[in-house]
C-alpha cells in the first residue's frame, strides 16, 4: 500500500463536506478604519480553493497551521505565514524559495539539503533559523491533524520524524524521505499552508502537557509573514496588522475580513463604499455592480473542478459506450455560461489549469445524436432510468436539473435525490449512488493531488483502506494506478508533466467522471483598490501589496 494512496481518503471526504457548510464564518462586526486599512466582506464559503471542516463547527481550531484546513483560514495563513517553498502565480511550474534560500537533493534522490535565508525575523522578533523550520515540519506531523498527510506522506511518523527531518547547521536542514520522489512533488507540497513556518520558542513557550503550543496556537499568533493576526473572533472578524519586522513592509496598516450574509448587503456596502472588496456576488449582482464606475472586478481560476461521478456498481454504467454517451449529454457551455457565470469555466479534465502538466482538451459538448448512437451500441437504444444524489444547494441543485433535461433528450430518465451535504456525502462514501454531482478541491499544488483521486485505485474492494473518487465510483482503472505511482518518482518535471497529460487523456475518454467545469472566483472592488491578488490555490489570494489611491 503507498503512503500517498492510503493517506488521501480521510481529509478528502472532510473537505467536501464542508463545502456546504461555510456560511457563518465571519459575521458583520464595528471596526473603526482609516485610510490605511482596506475591508474586504464575504460570507466565507467560496473565497479560496480549498475545502476543510466547517469552521462553524470547529471554531476553536481555526489559526494553527499544523491544523488549519479550510477555505478562509488557509488564506489568513497565506497573508500571514510564511512557507519553506513558493511559485510563480502566473506560472506555476516556477518554483522559488520563500524562506529556503536554495535546495539540493542527493544522488540517490532521498535526501533533500534546504539552505535557510538569514536575516528574517517572527513578529515577535525572534530569528528565524533553520530550527524553527524543521520543528514546524515536525510539529505537523506529530500532532497529525487533518492536513498532516501532505508532508507525512514521504513516509515521515511520529516516531521517526525527528530523525528524518533534522538541523544540520544554524541555518541548514535536511530530509530524509522513504523513496526517491520527484522534487517537484516534495517541494510543491511545502508550499502549503501545513508548511508554514512557526517560530518555535514562542509557541514552546506556551507548550502545555507536551501539546507542542497546541493548544495556545489555536487561537493565537506565531508567524513571521507581511501581515500579523491582531484581532480574531469565529463567526465574527479576522483583523490583519502590518507586521513590522517583515522585510517588505505592506502598503496597508491593516485588513479586515468580515463576513456578510446576504450578498445583497455586500452589494450594497460595496456601492455605499462601507467596504472596498465584495467576494461573493451573484452573476445578477456582479453585471450591476460592472456598470458603475466607482467599482472594478477581478477574476482568476481556482484549483477546484465540478464533476458528476458513475458507480460502476450499476451495470448500465459500467458500459463503456454509456460513459462515454453521457459525456454526450450534458450542455456544458449553456450551464457555465448561466447558471454558472462570473463561478466557473468549461474544464472537462481532471487537472486544472496552472498545475504541472494540465491540459485543456475540451472533446465533449451537447450531441444528442452521438449520444443516441453510443447508447444504441450498448444495448440500449431506449435509454434507461438512472439516479442522482445532490446536495442541496442553489448550484447543485441548477446544474443537477440542467443535466436532467438534457439527459432527457436521449431517453435517459434521471431521478434527482436531494440531500444535505452530510446525507450526500455518507451515501457517495458507501458506493450506494448511481451518480452524484460534486466539487473537487486541490489538497495542494502537485499534480499528483489529483490523479492519486481520478486516476489511482490500489483497491477496489468494499473494504479497501484507501478511498479515492476512483474508488468510491467503483473504477479499476487497470494500468492507470501504476502510471500514477510511477509519477510521483520521475525526476525529470518535463517527462513527469508528459506522464501527467497521458493519465488526464485516458480518465477523459474511460473514466466515470463528468469533468465539467472548473471554479473562478471573481472580487468586486471599489476603483481605487488596487494589487488584491486572486491565485490559483487556496492559500495564495493575497493582500500583503493591496493598497487604496
Not at 422 to 444: F, N, P
Request: charged content about 25%; glycine content about 6%; overall charge positive.
Amino acid at each position: 500500500m503507498h503512503s500517498y494512496g492510503r493517506t488521501r481518503s480521510a481529509p478528502s471526504a472532510a473537505r467536501e463536506l464542508a463545502y456546504e457548510k461555510y456560511s457563518e464564518i465571519y459575521p458583520i462586526r464595528r471596526h473603526g478604519r482609516g485610510d490605511g486599512d482596506i475591508l474586504l466582506c464575504r460570507k466565507g464559503s467560496h473565497a479560496a480553493g480549498h475545502a476543510g471542516r466547517g469552521l462553524e463547527a470547529r471554531r476553536d481550531h481555526l489559526l494553527d497551521p499544523a491544523e488549519l484546513f479550510e477555505f478562509t483560514a488557509s488564506e489568513i495563513a497565506g497573508n500571514t505565514y510564511e512557507r519553506l517553498i513558493g511559485f510563480d502565480l502566473k506560472d506555476v511550474s516556477k518554483i522559488h524559495g520563500e524562506v529556503a534560500e536554495s535546495w539540493t537533493v542527493s544522488p540517490d534522490g532521498k535526501t533533500l539539503t534546504f539552505k535557510i535565508r538569514q536575516g528574517k525575523k517572527f513578529a515577535s522578533g525572534n530569528p528565524l533559523t533553520a530550527e524553527d523550520v524543521a520543528f514546524s515540519l515536525q510539529r505537523a506531523v506529530i500532532l497529525d491533524k487533518s492536513p498532516a498527510f501532505i508532508i507525512g506522506q514521504f513516509g515521515f511518523t511520529k516516531d521517526n520524524v525527528k530523525d528524518k527531518i533534522k538541523q544540520t547547521g544554524p541555518y541548514e536542514f535536511t530530509m530524509e524521505l522513504d523513496k526517491p520522489y520527484a522534487p517537484t512533488f516534495v517541494l510543491y507540497c511545502l508550499t502549503s499552508s501545513v508548511a508554514s513556518v512557526v517560530d518555535k520558542k514562542l509557541v514552546m513557550q506556551n507548550e502545555k502537557d507536551g501539546d507542542m503550543g497546541y493548544n495556545w496556537l489555536k487561537t493565537k499568533y506565531a508567524g513571521s509573514g507581511p501581515f500579523t493576526i491582531r484581532d480574531w473572533k469565529a463567526n465574527e472578524v479576522v483583523v490583519l496588522e502590518r507586521n513590522p519586522n517583515y522585510e517588505k513592509p505592506t502598503p496597508l496598516a491593516r485588513v479586515i475580513y468580515r463576513h456578510i450574509k446576504e450578498t445583497a448587503t455586500q452589494r450594497l456596502l460595496l456601492e455605499k463604499g462601507d467596504v472596498d472588496v465584495a467576494r461573493n456576488l451573484n452573476p445578477e449582482e456582479m453585471a450591476a455592480v460592472s456598470k458603475n464606475p466607482d467599482i472594478k472586478t477581478n477574476s482568476g481560476v481556482k484549483g477546484g473542478v465540478w464533476y458528476v461521478g458513475l458507480n460502476q456498481k450499476n451495470p448500465n454504467l459500467a458500459k463503456p459506450e454509456v460513459r462515454e454517451a453521457l459525456k454526450y449529454l450534458v450542455d456544458y457551455s449553456a450551464i457555465s455560461d448561466t447558471i454558472m457565470k462570473n463561478q466557473a469555466e468549461v474544464h472537462q479534465t481532471f487537472l486544472p489549469k496552472g498545475f504541472l502538466g494540465a491540459i485543456d482538451d475540451k472533446p465533449y459538448k451537447l450531441d444528442v445524436a452521438k449520444a443516441k448512437d453510443l447508447l444504441t451500441k450498448a444495448g440500449l437504444p431506449n435509454g434507461f432510468s438512472m439516479t442522482m444524489d445532490v446536495r442541496s444547494n442553489s448550484e447543485s441543485a441548477s446544474i443537477a436539473q440542467a443535466i436532467q433535461q438534457t439527459f432527457a433528450q436521449a431517453g435517459v430518465k434521471l431521478e434527482l435525490i436531494p440531500g444535505d451535504g452530510k446525507q450526500v456525502l455518507t451515501k457517495y462514501r458507501a458506493r450506494q449512488h448511481d451518480s452524484v454531482i460534486y466539487r473537487w478541491g486541490a489538497d495542494y499544488q502537485d499534480p499528483n493531488t489529483n490523479a492519486d483521486t481520478f486516476a489511482a485505485n490500489d483497491d477496489n474492494s468494499d473494504n479497501a483502506k484507501a478511498k479515492p473518487l476512483t474508488w468510491r465510483n467503483a473504477w479499476d482503472p487497470g494500468p492507470l494506478t501504476a502510471k500514477t505511482r510511477a509519477a510521483v518518482t520521475e525526476q525529470d518535471p518535463e517527462k513527469r508533466a508528459a506522464m501527467y497529460q497521458e493519465l488526464q487523456k485516458a480518465v477523459l475518454k474511460d473514466g466515470p467522471f463528468i469533468i465539467m467545469m472548473q471554479e473562478i472566483e471573481v472580487m468586486a472592488m471599489r476603483k481605487n483598490v488596487e494589487g488584491v491578488i486572486i491565485g490559483p490555490s487556496f492559500d495564495t489570494n493575497f493582500v500583503s501589496q493591496a493598497k487604496k489611491n
